[in-house]
């Protein structure tokens, strides 16, 4: 028996009659295989935008882009600007003070972030999310909102996102996702 945050060895994705459970080595060989991307943010869903803090920072860029919201998933670090104040009152801020380390626990923001986003985008907003390079802590809450308020596995949301971006959450971030998709597999 092996556990969901097992890494499995090299080769194929399990394959089971039932829904199967990915790992987080079955996980990363999906990630690093994908096309590598080097814009600086990618439409990855309509109106949602994944990118990187040089995008954050280019506020004539961001208004010729219609962003109405600004998901910050590295709010309070050095490179990271991003405040009300920094993007004034045509923008909407959300910061989460995460760490990209495999040991910081990003899933108590899962459902809030996720909540930002889809109230921006009902509303008819355009969002950034954004951390320092734009493929671990702004892709896990990127896929977690796809998870959360699309219904889509977390294989599903990893491979529509790569289809725009490449991304790469660290490997906590994957337990972590792996462990909202088994929730949210169980609620359905």
């Not at 090299?10 to 814009?39: F, H, M």
């Not at 943010?41 to 949602?48: F, I, K, S, Y």
Request: charged share 20%.
């Amino acid at each position: 028996f092996m556990s969901p945050n097992t890494v499995r060895p090299r080769g194929g994705p399990r394959s089971n009659t039932k829904r199967s459970r990915p790992y987080v080595g079955d996980l990363e060989q999906i990630l690093y295989s994908a096309p590598r991307s080097c814009r600086h943010g990618d439409e990855v869903w309509p109106n949602l935008y994944l990118g990187d803090m040089f995008m954050s920072h280019d506020k004539f860029g961001l208004w010729q882009l219609g962003i109405t919201h600004v998901l910050n998933a590295s709010h309070g670090k050095l490179c990271c600007k991003g405040s009300d104040d920094f993007y004034g009152t045509t923008v909407k801020y959300y910061g989460v003070p995460a760490n990209d380390l495999p040991t910081f626990d990003l899933s108590p923001f899962f459902y809030p972030a996720a909540e930002f986003i889809h109230q921006a985008l009902t509303t008819g907003g355009k969002v950034l999310v954004h951390c320092a390079v734009g493929v671990s802590r702004s892709a896990a809450l990127v896929l977690a909102y796809l998870m959360i308020h699309h219904h889509l596995s977390l294989l599903s949301s990893i491979r529509h996102v790569q289809q725009k971006r490449w991304i790469f959450p660290n490997r906590g971030f994957l337990r972590q996702l792996i462990s909202l998709d088994q929730k949210l597999h169980k609620e359905n």
